[in-house]
């Protein structure tokens, strides 16, 4: 077993009074404005660079044509006296427009143009630090794990190892670097597990290094194998299991910070070929990413410890591996999820709310206050909401809350409803409930109201539906990279962080 922690998963992150002897490059930020580009608004360190020094670097950016506008790079030679070989300038757009979540996609695309570079120095500090920090270290993230000698990045082509931040004294901004750093290493383990192959990444494998963190952070663990599973009913994800050579397991990670109890249970499918149900071969390589919601909730739980928030929250994690064989199961098949519901399985490609109903039956019997899953659920996710909109369902207080936060994070979470025509859809003819519906009309939505049977009165509950969002088959963008993109973690911990200031 190697442990995802083994290896640096961004830059060193630090903070600076002074531009220093050691940097390389000076990344600022540039708005527009009715009287053209301008350097980013930013009085703490107008005496860091001065005044004569801020006209000049302006001067030289809007004479090689710079418009300010989002995220748009333009790199220029530093003056002389600067102290660094360059500047990066990087586009912040409007400048009454400027929030937090365009700070972080700028430092982003800075980050990413910085390869080669070992030390930058940059003023988006000025602006807002912990979204800066965060831009900068997750725009830097790549996973060279499983590359040789053959297709490793060259020195002038790895990123950039060190970001110094500029502040006004050498106290300021310390908690929000550090609460930055913690919730972007968060969102690099979650991309970690995400891009870790299924050849390497499988049920035992993905248990035994979540188990590895916990400990490490001296969080409790409970590890269920599939004997275990089988012998205290785990239906579901025993049945989806079935067909794989590696078999299932259920890990529970709990961190005790208070008296209020949340809990989050994420889907861990380790590969999803569909089953019996088979998926077509097109595109199936992107199934390694089916266990994402279970590798944002663990790396959330380790977050929420590293945090120390005055709540107790429970990681409760199914993992499987959906495989086609003779031992797997088969459409119209029934299996008893536990807690003792009967489901008459007709598609096995429905199978992340069998391993879900499991869990969060357990994760009830906690007596939780807030209950919320996290799953690569259903395609029909990406058709309605397309691949950078979570849907969110649950009780309507608590998911328009979670949707609310999540855009204020700038991972956009969409509320959704769970419409009660639809639920009449899962009836069986032979089981308390079927998998799926006959039709493929709001699937995103029947698939949450599957969820819904397993959620106890009172509770209030959020399911995400984070299909798309959760992987990145495209091109780079603000601080997302190709792969897996860590979302939702920054939207569990700020609604963790909410529930803890109640």
């Not at 913690?182 to 995400?194: I, K, N």
């Amino acid at each position: 077993m190697t442990a995802v922690a083994d290896r640096s998963l961004g830059p060193e992150l630090a903070r600076t009074v002074t531009i220093g002897t050691d940097a390389d490059v000076l990344v600022v930020g540039l708005v527009t404005t009715d009287d053209g580009v301008a350097l980013a608004p930013s009085d703490e360190f107008t005496d860091v660079l001065g005044t004569d020094l801020r006209a000049a670097l302006t001067e030289r950016l809007r004479a090689v044509g710079a418009k300010g506008k989002g995220e748009e790079l333009t790199r220029i030679p530093a003056p002389e006296g600067l102290g660094v070989t360059s500047v990066l300038a990087v586009g912040l757009g409007a400048a009454d427009k400027v929030d937090a979540e365009q700070i972080r996609k700028s430092a982003g695309v800075a980050s990413r143009a910085l390869t080669g570079v070992g030390t930058a120095v940059t003023t988006l500090s000025g602006l807002d630090l912990g979204a800066a920090a965060e831009g900068f270290y997750l725009g830097a993230y790549n996973f060279p794990v499983f590359r040789s000698d053959k297709s490793a990045p060259k020195p002038d082509e790895r990123p950039v190892r060190r970001i110094e931040f500029l502040v006004p004294e050498p106290d300021f901004g310390e908690e929000a670097l550090f609460r930055a750093q913690a919730v972007a290493e968060a969102v690099a383990t979650t991309r970690d597990f995400v891009n870790t192959p299924p050849s390497h990444l499988y049920p035992a494998e993905f248990a035994a290094r979540a188990q590895q963190l916990a400990e490490a952070a001296g969080l409790e663990v409970e590890v269920l194998d599939e004997k275990a599973l089988a012998a205290a009913g785990y239906g579901g994800i025993v049945g989806v299991g079935k067909g794989s050579s590696r078999p299932p397991r259920l890990i529970r990670i709990t961190y005790r910070g208070g008296a209020k109890k949340v809990a989050l249970v994420g889907k861990g499918i380790t590969f999803d070929t569909g089953g019996i149900s088979i998926k077509p071969a097109a595109n199936m390589e992107n199934m390694t990413s089916d266990m994402a919601g279970a590798a944002a909730v663990i790396a959330t739980v380790l977050l929420a410890a590293r945090l120390s928030l005055p709540i107790t929250v429970t990681a409760t994690v199914p993992m499987a591996e959906n495989m086609p064989s003779d031992t797997a199961q088969r459409p119209g098949d029934v299996l008893t999820q536990y807690g003792g519901i009967t489901v008459e399985v007709i598609n096995t490609d429905a199978e992340g709310r069998l391993i879900l109903a499991d869990a969060m039956v357990r994760a009830s019997e906690d007596d939780p206050d807030y209950l919320i899953d996290v799953a690569t659920l259903t395609g029909a996710q990406l058709v309605a909401l397309g691949t950078r909109t979570p849907g969110v369902m649950g009780t309507e207080e608590f998911r328009d809350r979670v949707a609310r936060i999540s855009q204020q994070v700038g991972e956009n979470a969409w509320a959704m409803p769970l419409p009660a025509e639809l639920r009449a859809d899962l009836n069986s003819k032979v089981a308390d409930l079927a998998n799926v519906s006959p039709h493929r009309h709001g699937g995103m939505l029947v698939a949450g109201l599957y969820l819904k049977e397993f959620v106890p009165e009172g509770v209030q509950w959020a399911h995400l539906d984070v299909a798309g969002p959760a992987y990145n088959t495209g091109g780079p963008f603000g601080y997302i990279g190709k792969g897996g993109t860590g979302v939702p973690v920054r939207t569990l911990i700020a609604v963790l962080d909410d529930i803890a200031a109640e």
